[in-house]
């Protein structure tokens, strides 16, 4: 054999290179899995919340005179977002750094009729017992300086996975339709210029947003004039929802418990 043919893969780095490559692939796979997993929790955490808020809507609509729920949305951040924000914050790229500096992954919006229905939501949705307060930030008393304004909350939830429980962090705004429509007119402005908006438009969004917190005081008031205090009236004789009972389901559960309790007798 020619002794120009005997190549090494300490002489050849090309060698070397494909010797490596089975290791790289299954770090590759391994970091793809677990990446896939971390954003999946989110998914599932965003999932939780969704169907929490979900059911007190349905329980508003079915059994309640008034629901201060109007309507619920949820996103999930795109992992290259994800990424690109671990690359503006500095972030340290491991999963657990991330968990504690990126609270934003998963988002759960809920609008409300009234200013007053956001802070009851929120109260109603903080205060089960397997959900953690993590942060409030209040922008409906302390509006940011362009006039965006909103209630957020980090909630933190267990997710139950196959190898256990697993606490997910979500963040939940509640709003008003009028603080929703201001902050959807906003961010299609900011992204029309690229985040450079001329002044005077800034200026007329500023106005606009005093014109929305003006709007939901005086439709809460009008409400209040004409239907008083709905969460001080008792709830409705009949459901509705496609979950109504007729008489005769009703007579007839009178009937059979007052012969489990003469039978008792």
Aim: some cysteine; proline content about 5%.
């Amino acid at each position: 054999m020619d002794e120009h043919a005997q190549v090494s893969a300490d002489d050849d780095p090309d060698v070397l290179a494909a010797g490596e490559i089975p290791e790289f692939l299954a770090e590759f796979r391994q970091l793809r899995d677990e990446f896939s997993r971390f954003m999946l929790s989110y998914k599932f955490g965003m999932d939780e919340i969704t169907t929490k808020v979900r059911i007190l809507q349905e329980e508003f609509r079915t059994v309640h005179v008034y629901n201060p729920i109007e309507h619920v949305s949820a996103r999930l951040k795109t992992p290259e977002s994800v990424l690109e924000k671990v690359r503006r914050k500095g972030c340290e790229p491991t999963f657990e750094r991330i968990r504690e500096q990126i609270t934003d992954i998963a988002g759960v919006r809920v609008t409300c009729s009234f200013v007053s229905d956001a802070y009851r939501v929120f109260d109603l949705l903080t205060g089960q017992r397997d959900i953690d307060v993590v942060a409030v930030k209040d922008y409906i008393r302390h509006p940011k300086p362009n006039g965006y304004r909103s209630l957020h909350a980090i909630v933190q939830v267990p997710v139950f996975l196959s190898d256990g429980p697993t606490p997910v962090p979500v963040e939940v705004q509640f709003r008003t339709i009028a603080m929703d429509f201001w902050a959807s007119l906003e961010h299609k402005i900011y992204y029309k210029y690229d985040k450079h908006v001329p002044d005077a438009l800034l200026a007329n969004l500023g106005e606009a947003a005093t014109t929305a917190a003006k709007l939901d005081e005086d439709m809460e008031r009008l409400h209040r004039e004409v239907h008083g205090d709905d969460r001080q009236q008792p709830p409705l004789e009949t459901s509705t929802g496609g979950l109504e009972l007729s008489e005769r389901v009703v007579a007839q559960l009178i009937q059979q418990r007052a012969a489990a309790h003469g039978g008792n007798g």
